[in-house]
């Protein structure tokens, strides 16, 4: 009752107390929920899930009035606008999966791990887009990486198996420079707080810090040359597990950005504008051009390389981060925030409407031609999926990247250039997509409305109904970044 | 009681009513042209009686001034609107009666053939012709003006069919590569070019007016209270005074044939005689000389205020050496009607030079008095001579003198008119002739006496033409084939009558001239007993020696047995001083060759056009087919291959081998530990 109290009068207290009943709930059904049969883990999940929501309303309200952020746990912790909107989205993400997996992982030998999984990388990727201290970081990543290697290898079969591998040796690897990073981080500040007014500006410091997060980071996000695993992994394996690991990845990667890049990024403006901006042009172009033979073969791959080409496009807002804090910053900010939320939901609905529309192994175009007269639901996810991908308006992902370009333009027109030029290629495949799902059918079955199908369709009718309010999504992104952000 | 203004604008609508008439009938009875000539007739008699019911009624003009008008644009302020005066009043009686007689002549003359055409213009002008007189202000005397100007070009070119006896000059005479003669289509658009052009000014002037000093800068009333100030003053600011005057003189001098404008007036013979009796000698070229009497007491005023009154002068002299050019003209005319033509425009140009030379030595209404007393006796007695010179040309059959002579005998009555007018023509007294005339040099010696000089040498000039008329066509031997005799009552009646005027107007001179000077605002004007006597001695030397060359038979009858000089100087005279060749040369070959040349250019432009840009785009799509291949093959196969290449090689780094990646991944941390150290490095070095 004492902490009830204690709650209502201190928003401290309260989002203190929320996080706790978060990490609670996710921690139940990561390691208690499984023990109970696939049914109940998933509704565990479920249950997390509402929680984390409802922990989430209650702290944006409750942060509201103080600038859009509060610190807890003597400075461990901090929450505001723009982790609430990341892992809101990464939260409705992994319900979403569940709802997806539901008759189709529970058939799988150990089904009932898919959700504790699931509830561990949730778990990770909260405690990451939360920490305020470098540990945490560590901690939570080490957590969500270790659980999306075993989420991938969860699908019993040599594909996925060999993914799997391929990953955890690349995370690995990672993990190290991430560590290695974190580790100079605290000898240069003298402290594990993560601050936003880092006071370190020595660019002989900074230069190799920054050089070995946005390694880690770059690894997490498919930023070419780190992103030889994602290839394999989102090409191969079972679309129902990669629909939640690209998600995730990605808004992993977001938060690392904010969190730990950006600070940073008015230290060296030169160094991060052109490092990001080379690697952005040279990653959205590897991606795209990869992406256009993959017409001939695979529709899975498509998306995989898709995926390297949309990290792409989020290096061209970190490049643009490098200019001084003010509204291209935050155009940038915002940028980030809602192409990873256009980039998880679209990926979400695209990979399970795959699942459904689509043989595993061996996905290929045939299957996929005249989607849309079978399997109504699932094509509509993939359209909306694609044209949020190709940043059609509308859409969320046209916002996403309108936001970017944005904020590119003002760090450097080559950059906005090259960004709009692969935007225009990548219209070619996500079109080519959207033209088979719509051809005549020849021949093919009409099978049972799964809630693969729905779980995309829902995914995808939200990022039109988000599509409809950009500005309150770009106020509560940058929200916490205006001239009064945390200390 | 009915006001004055009310019977003049009777008289004006009477002409119209007819006109509108005539058109009614010439659709319902086609076949029946006495009703159309009885109908003329009638709408001239009633405006003749309501113009003298308008003059009884503002009792001679003594009776102030009345006006009447209908609003035309209440935002712009102006009024159609007319004003009896004593001015007005008198000079439209002298029109509406000259109308009547000669509509009377014009039944026999003009008969069967294109009357309903005839009597619609006739009456059409003479309502215009009205309209012009009574007008109120300015705007309503263009619109009569313009109306006289319609009717005379429909009139002049009367004949349309151009037949050869209604020509004027010898046909396939050229001089400077210019033809000498006229045919009457031709002769109606000169007439109409020539008076346009002058038009234009005055338009200009008018619309200046009416900017400058609003409505009342338009109108008689206005000029004669505060906008003539106003007028004087806005014309004085911008600084338009003298060209503005220029031009409000202009239209009156195209229209009253004066140089360089006079040409169209020797063409306009072509039209039926009734015709040039009336618009080209009565009344429509008196336009310009009324126009100059009615306005010239306004406005010299403001042209003196203004430093302008030069051009007075300027007007003067230009009068003058038109005058004395006709004349000479005159002299040598072998047209019956040109002779009375060239006669017209001389005397014109004494009117109006008495006005000009009047104006210029500050006495305007002196002027405008004289002006006006030549005004009306030259209306009559020329009008007489006209009638009773198409009596005679219809009698014999041709238009030439030479064709003519000893028609006393044949036709005494007209014989009897035509001498009465002739005599009033070359200034005998008491002929009305000799008072106005004198009046008129009295007016123009206040120019100076190298201007009375020239007038007393037109004087000798018009005298010797005029005794060289009536001796060629009257009393000299026969040269015709044709049995002539006198005609009908109908044709007789109006010359004989007018005839008999220009005597009795002379009897009764001091009395009308104390009318006329009364109308003008003045005073008749007091003969210079020296200029009289040198007027009547002018006159009779000029009659004189006409008369003794011509009896005596002392001059060759054919203009080759001349000697060299003196057959130079005819053909100087015979061909119009070659004005009307130098015109052609000066403005309308030119005016042609530009327009061929505008002609060509449409044309050029027109095949540019129609033809050059069709082929320049033929041309266009076989070049652009041939880029078209180029580009559909860089678009459809070698992008798609280069795609297809670039895809391929990315996907062969996508090999599938773990160790790659490694690879890659290594390569890649290499990269950023170089860049961090070059960082370093460059940060140290700084």
Redesign the interface.
């Known amino acids: 009752m004492a902490v009830l109290e204690a709650a209502v009068a201190e928003p401290a207290r309260a989002v203190e107390l929320g996080t706790l009943l978060v990490v609670a709930a996710y921690a139940f059904t990561g390691l208690v929920s499984p023990l109970l049969g696939p049914r109940l883990a998933r509704l565990s999940l479920y249950a997390s899930t509402g929680v984390a929501l409802a922990a989430a309303a209650y702290a944006t309200l409750r942060i509201a009035p103080l600038g859009g952020y509060v610190v807890g746990f003597d400075g461990a912790v901090v929450v505001d606008t723009f982790a609430i909107y990341m892992l809101s989205t990464a939260v409705i993400v992994f319900a979403l999966a569940a709802v997806a997996a539901r008759g189709v992982v529970d058939r799988w030998e150990a089904g009932e791990a898919f959700y504790a999984v699931a509830g561990l990388m949730a778990l990770g990727i909260i405690m990451l887009g939360l920490s305020r201290v470098l540990y945490l970081v560590y901690i939570a990543w080490i957590l969500a990486a270790v659980s999306s290697y075993v989420l991938i290898a969860l699908y019993r079969d040599d594909w996925s198996a060999e993914a799997a591998?391929?990953y955890a040796?690349?995370g690995a690897?990672?993990t190290i420079?991430l560590l290695l990073g974190v580790i100079l981080y605290y000898t240069l500040a003298g402290s594990l707080a993560i601050s936003n007014r880092l006071l370190v500006r020595d660019?002989?410091l900074v230069?190799?810090v920054v050089?070995?997060l946005?390694?880690a980071v770059?690894?997490k996000m498919g930023v070419?040359?780190?992103?030889?695993?994602l290839?394999?992994v989102y090409g191969n394996a079972r679309p129902l597990v990669v629909a939640i690991a690209s998600a995730a990845a990605k808004v992993l990667a977001a938060l690392l950005i904010v969190r730990l890049i950006a600070p940073f990024a008015a230290a060296?403006p030169e160094?991060v504008l052109w490092?990001a901006s080379v690697l952005a042009v040279i990653t959205m172009t590897?991606g795209n051009?990869?992406?256009?033979?993959?017409v001939r073969d695979n529709p899975q791959k498509m998306l995989a390389?898709s995926s390297v080409a949309q990290a792409g496009y989020i290096l061209a807002a970190v490049a643009a981060l490098a200019k001084l804090p003010g509204v291209d910053n935050q155009a940038a900010i915002a940028g980030i925030a809602i192409h990873t939320s256009a980039y998880a939901l679209s990926k979400l609905a695209a990979f399970l409407a795959l699942d459904t529309g689509c043989r595993y192994p061996g996905c290929s175009w045939e299957q996929l031609r005249g989607l849309a007269w079978s399997r109504p639901y699932a094509a509509a996810a993939l359209t909306v999926a694609a044209a949020n991908l190709a940043g059609a308006p509308l859409t969320l992902g046209f916002w996403g990247k309108l936001y970017i370009v944005l904020a590119a333009v003002s760090a450097s027109k080559l950059l906005a250039a090259a960004a709009v030029a692969n935007i225009a290629v990548s219209a070619f495949y996500y079109g080519y997509l959207i033209y088979q799902l719509f051809l005549p059918r020849r021949g093919g079955d009409d099978g049972q409305v799964s809630t693969r199908e729905l779980a995309a369709a829902a995914a995808a009718l939200l990022t039109i109904v988000l599509a409809l309010a950009p500005q309150q999504g770009y106020g509560l992104a940058v929200y916490a970044y205006t001239p009064a952000a945390p200390p | 009681m009915v006001g004055a203004a009310v019977y003049a604008a009777g008289a004006v609508a009477a002409g119209y009513l007819a006109a509108l008439l005539v058109l009614l009938e010439a659709l319902a009875a086609p076949g029946r042209w006495r009703l159309a000539a009885y109908t003329g007739v009638g709408g001239a008699a009633a405006a003749a009686v309501l113009s003298v019911a308008a003059l009884l009624a503002s009792h001679g003009g003594h009776g102030g001034v009345d006006r009447v008008g209908l609003p035309l644009s209440r935002e712009l302020g102006l009024w159609l609107g007319l004003r009896v005066d004593a001015l007005s009043a008198l000079v439209a009686v002298l029109v509406s009666v000259l109308v009547l007689l000669i509509a009377v002549y014009s039944v026999e003359y003009i008969g069967s053939w294109g009357a309903h055409r005839y009597w619609v213009f006739y009456s059409f002008f003479a309502s215009s012709m009205l309209l012009l007189v009574y007008a109120e202000d300015l705007v309503t005397l263009v619109a009569g003006w313009e109306g006289t100007g319609l009717a005379s070009w429909a009139l002049i070119g009367f004949y349309y069919d151009d037949r050869e006896d209604s020509w004027v000059g010898d046909p396939g005479r050229r001089r400077l590569g210019v033809p000498m003669w006229s045919t009457p289509t031709l002769s109606a658009l000169r007439a109409v070019s020539f008076t346009r052009l002058a038009d234009g000014f005055m338009l200009v002037a008018i619309g200046l007016a009416y900017a400058v000093a609003g409505p009342g800068g338009v109108s008689i009333s206005g000029l004669e209270g505060g906008a003539g100030g106003l007028l004087a003053a806005g014309l004085g600011a911008a600084g338009l005074a003298g060209v503005w005057l220029v031009f409000f003189y202009m239209g009156a001098l195209g229209k009253s044939a004066q140089m360089p404008f006079h040409e169209w007036l020797v063409t306009a013979m072509t039209g039926p005689t009734s015709v040039s009796a009336l618009i080209h000698a009565a009344t429509m070229v008196k336009a310009g000389v009324y126009y100059a009497v009615r306005f010239t007491p306004l406005v010299a005023p403001l042209a003196f205020a203004l430093g302008v009154g030069s051009v007075y002068r300027g007007l003067a002299w230009l009068s003058l050496l038109t005058a004395f050019a006709t004349a000479s003209m005159a002299l040598v005319a072998r047209e019956l009607k040109l002779v009375l033509a060239y006669s017209t425009a001389s005397q014109l140009s004494y009117m109006l030079a008495a006005v000009f030379a009047a104006a210029a030595a500050g006495e305007a209404v002196v002027g405008a008095a004289a002006g006006l007393g030549h005004m009306f006796s030259h209306a009559v007695f020329k009008a007489a001579l006209f009638l009773a010179a198409g009596a005679v040309i219809h009698a014999v059959h041709s238009r030439y003198m030479d064709h003519m002579g000893g028609l006393r005998r044949y036709m005494p009555l007209t014989f009897a008119a035509f001498l009465l007018a002739s005599l009033s023509l070359a200034a005998v007294p008491p002929w009305s002739g000799w008072w106005s005339k004198d009046e008129a040099v009295a007016a123009i010696s206040l120019l100076g006496p190298r201007a009375a000089a020239v007038a007393l040498a037109t004087a000798v000039m018009t005298a010797f033409y005029t005794m060289r008329m009536v001796w060629l066509v009257f009393l000299d031997g026969e040269r015709f084939h044709a049995k002539p005799h006198e005609p009908g009552w109908m044709m007789l009646a109006p010359y004989l009558a007018l005839g008999v005027a220009s005597l009795g107007m002379g009897l009764a001179w001091p009395w009308l001239a104390g009318l006329l000077g009364h109308a003008v605002g003045g005073h008749a004007p007091h003969g210079e007993p020296l200029l009289v006597a040198a007027g009547t001695a002018a006159s009779a030397a000029g009659l004189g020696v006409a008369l003794l060359l011509y009896s005596r038979g002392l001059l060759p009858r054919r203009v080759e047995e001349l000697p060299l000089p003196a057959r130079l100087l005819h053909g100087f005279l015979y061909d119009r001083w070659f004005i009307n060749s130098i015109i052609y040369r000066l403005v309308v070959h030119p005016g042609a060759a530009a327009s061929r040349l505008l002609a060509g250019l449409d044309a050029l432009l027109d095949s540019v056009v129609h033809e050059g840009v069709p082929w320049l785009f033929r041309r266009l799509v076989r070049v652009a087919a041939l880029l078209e291949a180029g580009y559909d093959t860089a678009i459809h196969v070698e992008a798609p291959r280069l795609a297809a290449s670039a895809s391929a090689a990315v996907r062969r780094l996508q090999s599938g081998d773990v160790r790659d990646y490694m690879t890659y991944f290594t390569a890649g941390m290499v990269f950023a530990a170089v860049v961090s150290a070059l960082v370093i490095a460059f940060v140290l070095a700084a």
């Not at chain 1, 070419?224 to 695993?229: L, M, S």
């Not at chain 1, 051009?289 to 993959?294: D, I, Q, S, W, Y």
């Open positions: 591998m391929k040796v690349t690897v990672a420079v660019p002989l230069t190799p050089t070995l946005a390694v770059g690894f070419v040359p780190f992103h030889g695993w290839v394999d060296t160094i490092v590897y051009v990869g992406a256009l033979l993959t390389y």
